[in-house]
């Protein structure tokens, strides 16, 4: 406790000795005291304005490490939902002929549709001016 207490003299004591060049009321004042109460006041103001710009771009820049902590997290309660899941035995397949291995291609016309409708709407054209080419589905 009384360790304590002397740090927070010391400390209070020490913010005292830094504002005591700072004068609060000065009936008269020479050109210099003003200019040296201005110089005070400008480094403040500039050091307050710098530090807190500095801790602003170093929390943007720790932003970029977010993504991976959260990945980490993420990856570490799936496992253990895996484990509790009861694995099935699968059968081997037998010898797969080569028009089989083929992948099958799905009916994109609905979705066409759909996606065609929704341009056309937000555009605010008719559908005969543009057309769909092609989907490609981004994961």
């Known amino acids: 406790m009384k360790r304590a ?3 927070l003299f ?12 700072l004068p609060v009321y000065a ?3 020479t050109m210099a005291e003003k200019m040296t109460t201005a ?16 801790l602003i771009a ?10 991976s902590i959260l990945e980490r997290f993420s990856k570490k309660k799936e496992p253990q939902a ?3 899941e009861v694995k099935k035995p699968v059968s081997k397949p037998t ?14 016309t609905e979705l066409i549709a759909v996606i065609a409708a929704a341009i056309a709407a937000s555009e605010q054209m008719p559908l ?11 994961v």
């Open 5 to 7: 207490k002397s740090l």
């Open 95 to 108: 010898s797969v002929p080569a028009a089989a291995a083929v992948s099958v291609q799905t009916d994109d």
């Open 58 to 67: 170093v929390i943007i820049y720790c932003f970029r490490f977010i993504p």
């Open 39 to 54: 110089v005070y006041n400008t480094i403040l103001g500039i050091g307050t304005v710098f530090i807190m710009l500095v």
């Open 128 to 138: 005969d001016g543009f057309v769909v080419r092609t989907i490609k589905k981004r």
């Open 27 to 29: 009936e008269e004042e």
């Open 10 to 21: 010391g400390l209070l004591s020490g913010i005292a000795a830094f504002l005591a060049p």
């Open 82 to 84: 895996e484990q509790t």
